[in-house]
C-alpha cells in the first residue's frame, strides 16, 4: 500500500516555473515506477511524465518535452516535477502515481494503469 501526497501546487505566471513534490508512504517506494498526470479544467485526466523505479529512465509528453523534469529520491521517498517556460494551457489539477508492479519494465502512459494516486494539487497559471 502506497500514500502520495502532493504539494506545491498554485498560482504562478506564464513564463515562470513550478516545482511539484509528492511525498510517498510506504517501503515499496523505491521498487514503484512513478508518474504525474494532470487534468485541466473540463477535460480528461492526461499522462505529464513518468519515471522508473531505478530512476535511470524517463519519458515525456509531448506538450511538456524539453520544459520539464522529473526525478526521484528513493532514499526520501520522494517525486519532483520542474516545470519551465510555463504556459495557460498547463493549468490543471496535477497528480503523483504510483504504478505497483515491482519494478516493472514498462513505463506506462495511460492513468488506469496506475493503482495509487494522490489528491492532486491545483496548478493555475496566469497569462
Avoid: H
Avoid at 516545482?19 to 498526470?37: D, H, T, V
Avoid at 511538456?64 to 519551465?84: C, E
Amino acid at each position: 500500500q502506497v500514500t502520495l501526497v502532493e504539494s506545491g501546487g498554485g498560482l504562478m505566471q506564464a513564463g515562470g516555473s513550478l516545482r511539484l513534490s509528492c511525498a510517498a508512504s510506504g517501503r515499496a517506494f523505491s521498487s514503484y515506477n512513478m508518474a504525474w498526470f494532470r487534468q485541466p479544467p473540463g477535460k480528461e485526466r492526461e499522462f505529464v511524465a513518468v519515471i522508473a523505479w531505478s530512476g535511470t529512465r524517463t519519458w515525456y509528453a509531448d506538450s511538456v518535452k524539453g520544459r520539464t523534469t522529473i526525478s526521484r529520491d528513493n532514499a526520501k521517498n520522494t517525486v519532483t516535477l520542474q516545470m519551465n517556460s510555463l504556459k495557460p494551457e498547463d493549468t490543471a489539477v496535477y497528480y503523483c502515481a504510483a504504478d505497483e508492479e515491482n519494478k516493472s519494465p514498462l513505463l506506462r502512459l495511460r492513468s488506469r494503469e496506475y493503482e495509487y494516486w494522490g489528491q492532486g494539487t491545483q496548478v493555475t497559471i496566469s497569462s
